[in-house]
């Protein structure tokens, strides 16, 4: 069966990218990266993709005339490239309406929390400040709202009384990377699909019937 292929928009170091090429390099992994595209010329992760060999475009949101003409331009290269679904690994710029209607349910996102907790920025900051004991990461469908739509997979972790936002950062961070290849597999093999703000899946092995308790109960 034909390879579902993925571009992916970057912003930064590009953690979740190379979790999602290391992934992608198996054989029997259903999809494939066709191209990483970044806003930033410099992002660390463009190197990491040049240097597996996955074709990779710098687009400079600076010079761009308009978010829209910018959007288009990257429309453009993600068609040409044969793109069928966009993920987006720490892509940190607001992307147009028009861009979403044109990818609706054929985009992805990874999110360092428990949506629909804490959306945006400083999600780990937020969460210790809080107080709560679990937090986690999501992979859900990108809507206009930012970080809203329907939910494909969570990973949660636990709060550590010790935790600082950089250690609870490191923890989410390692579950994102088993998390994001993990829910792209079930895309890819064609066990999800839309209804309304839910996901429906046909289960890749058993959901986790057990709870997480932080602190646990002896
Ligand atoms: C990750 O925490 C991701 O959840 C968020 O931005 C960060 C990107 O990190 N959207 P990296 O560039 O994948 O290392």
Not at 164 to 179: F, I
Request: proline share 6%; aromatic share 4%; hydrophobic share 45%.
């Amino acid at each position: 069966m034909a390879k579902l292929r993925v571009g992916v928009l970057i912003s930064g170091r590009g953690s979740n990218l190379a979790a999602l090429m290391e992934a992608a390099r198996h054989p029997d992994y259903p999809a494939e990266i066709a191209i990483v595209i970044s806003n930033r010329p410099g992002a660390a992760g463009l190197e990491k993709a040049r240097a597996a060999g996955i074709p990779i475009c710098a687009l400079d949101h600076k010079i761009a005339e308009s978010r829209e003409a910018f959007d288009r331009a990257m429309d453009e290269t993600l068609r040409q490239a044969g793109v069928d679904l966009i993920c987006m690994a720490g892509y940190m710029r607001v992307l147009s309406d028009a861009f979403v209607e044109t990818w609706h349910n054929r985009m992805i996102n990874i999110h360092p929390s428990l949506l629909p907790a804490y959306p945006g920025l400083n999600t780990h900051r937020r969460a210790l400040a809080d107080g709560v004991r679990i937090t986690g990461c999501t992979v859900h469908f990108v809507r206009k709202e930012v970080d809203t739509g329907p939910i494909i997979a969570q990973a949660a972790v636990p709060v550590l009384a010790t935790d600082d936002e950089e250690s609870l950062a490191a923890r989410v961070l390692a579950a994102e990377h088993v998390l994001y290849p993990f829910a792209l597999r079930l895309i890819a093999s064609g066990q999800v699909s839309v209804d309304g703000n839910r996901i429906i899946d046909r289960g890749l092995g058993s959901h986790a019937t057990s709870s997480l308790f932080s602190p646990r109960p002896e």
